[in-house]
């Protein structure tokens, strides 16, 4: 079981009736994942399995706004959930059972998606995507894709991370106690520096060059990095247990300026003064530099909100949510199968692909979540996701 997805929010020095909301927005976020990918599937600019893009810019742009909006927080905020459970778990447990814990429940599920699962979509796409008339046995005899972590890039970053604490721990014994929660001010300052280190970042690592075979973007890792080590101060601050929505009342009103104001504006940059989208994404550039900083600034302020608010409009009890909050690492896994495999059948649907992508982002989130469901179902297998 996966501490961010499948680690119920009762566990460690959080009581169930505080911090329900937790198990609620990691659905959220699990269903946002397969909607970023269905999104980058039809018309979005990233990295997938199988391309069908739209030509229409009326329906391009909304769509890169949508991908550059989700990617400034959600992956990020997967990784400050994680950290909220690490600490706690790590007392109990102790470090031998702790290590030998995160190998078992990390590991495997990295194994099985880079030798199944992907080698099965690629050869789906390869077969059906590309129309090559082969057999998969004859796809698997030239096959040399083998190490192909592919979303489970953020396993192993976490796995990564989680060590790097261990040893830190052991080494430093650094006291995170009796930190304040960060004010409105606090955070947007805190924001705005990250933005500045995601900028130098890419000056040498743009956004899209990938770590092989690792899967890493060095680009996003700034964020990821720090979102990590905040999970762990506030979770030995018991941070969310003291979040209010009167810290960041202000959020949803900036965040909303900032997408539908900050983000045009940004991108205006490339229409009138013709500046290519690489200029964006890395290197010394103007774009570069207020791409990180709007990309730094809503992401956290995003987190900051989602949290507020959901401590106070989500934390009720839900069975239903119970249960898609339990398979959620499951389905964080599967769901590439589903995306694919659902791309594929409407493949020669003579229709606008951002059609198709109103068609195949619910169909996915809701064909994920009950194989996910079913998964968590298999004995012995329910104990790694």
């Not at 199944?116 to 129309?131: D, E, H, K, P």
């Amino acid at each position: 079981m996966h501490p961010s997805f499948s680690q119920s929010a009762s566990a460690g020095q959080y009581p169930n009736s505080k911090v329900l909301y937790i198990d609620h927005l990691k659905v959220l976020l699990t269903a946002l994942v397969i909607v970023h990918h269905a999104l980058v599937t039809y018309g979005a600019p990233g990295g997938w399995y199988y391309f069908e893009k739209t030509q229409s810019a009326g329906a391009t742009i909304p769509m890169t706004m949508a991908v550059s909006v989700n990617q400034s927080f959600f992956m990020g905020f997967f990784f400050f959930l994680s950290a909220l459970f690490i600490p706690g778990s790590l007392k109990r447990k102790g470090s031998a059972v702790f290590i030998k814990d995160r190998f078992f429940r990390l590991g495997i599920p990295v194994i099985y998606y880079s030798l199944i699962q992907a080698t099965i979509m690629n050869f789906l796409v390869y077969r059906y995507g590309q129309n090559h008339d082969i057999s998969f046995t004859q796809f698997l005899s030239g096959y040399d894709g083998w190490i192909d972590v592919g979303v489970l890039w953020f396993v192993l970053a976490l796995l990564l991370f989680t060590l790097f604490y261990l040893v830190w721990t052991r080494i430093a014994k650094p006291d995170f106690k009796d930190l304040p929660l960060p004010s409105l001010q606090q955070i947007l300052v805190f924001a705005a520096v990250l933005g500045l280190i995601t900028f130098l970042t890419r000056t040498v690592f743009a956004v899209g060059w990938v770590l092989q075979p690792l899967g890493f973007q060095p680009g996003h890792f700034p964020q990821y990095i720090a979102m990590f080590v905040f999970g762990l101060i506030a979770a030995e601050n018991q941070w969310i247990r003291q979040i209010d929505r009167q810290h960041y009342r202000k959020l949803t009103i900036f965040i909303f300026c900032m997408v539908f104001i900050g983000f045009p504006l940004i991108f205006s940059l490339k229409i009138v003064f013709g500046q290519p989208l690489e200029w964006f994404v890395g290197g010394w550039h103007m774009a570069a530099l207020l791409y990180a900083f709007w990309e730094q600034i809503i992401g956290i302020s995003i987190m900051a909100a989602l949290l507020a608010i959901g401590k106070n409009k989500l934390n009720v009890h839900s069975r239903f949510m119970d249960k898609m909050s339990r398979c959620a690492f499951a389905v964080y896994i599967i769901h590439p199968f589903v995306l694919v495999v659902l791309s594929l059948l409407l493949k020669d649907w003579a229709i606008d692909p951002a059609v198709k992508f109103l068609i195949v982002a619910p169909l996915g989130i809701i064909t994920s979540f009950l194989l996910g469901y079913l998964v968590v179902k298999i004995p012995r297998v329910n104990q790694v996701v």
